[in-house]
């Protein structure tokens, strides 16, 4: 269930802006505000059915795009990759600190990280 609902959470902020602003409020509420079909249809004077509806076509809208797109696919292995070199970044200054105490490798070091860095803040 809660790998459903981060699925959800995470397609929703990738392309929420693109639902309608019918179908953008009632995915809201149903999956951030946590409000019940019931719920809904009662503060909009429409149906449970009407207002699960909206929200499976939504669900749908955004499932289409990300398997067009890719971009939360291409997003976590992004989120891994910059890891794994953060990781070796660290490993290689460590060895460096350890066994050679060259400057220009402790400069690369430090270029290396800052690009991690940049690339982490897009």
């Known amino acids: 269930m809660k790998n459903q609902a981060y699925r ?6 990738f392309y929420g802006d ?14 951030n505000d946590d409000l019940s079909l ?6 909009y004077d429409i149906t449970r059915q009407g207002v699960r ?28 990759t910059t890891a794994t070199l953060r990781s070796l970044c660290s490993q290689l200054q460590a060895l460096n600190q350890a066994r050679f105490m060259d400057r220009e490798l402790d400069d690369l070091g430090r ?12």
Not at 8 to 13: E, F, N, R, T, V
Not at 54 to 66: G, H, M, N, P
Not at 111 to 122: P, V
């Open 8 to 13: 959800m959470a995470m397609l929703y902020d």
């Open 111 to 122: 270029q290396l990280s800052d690009a991690i860095d940049d690339l982490e803040r897009e």
């Open 53 to 80: 509806d909206i929200i499976v076509r939504a669900e749908k809208t955004l499932e289409d795009i990300e398997e067009k797109t890719g971009l939360i696919q291409r997003y976590h292995r992004t989120r891994a």
């Open 38 to 43: 019931a719920e809904i249809a009662e503060n």
């Open 18 to 31: 693109l639902l309608t602003p019918r179908q953008k409020e009632f995915y809201d509420l149903y999956y």
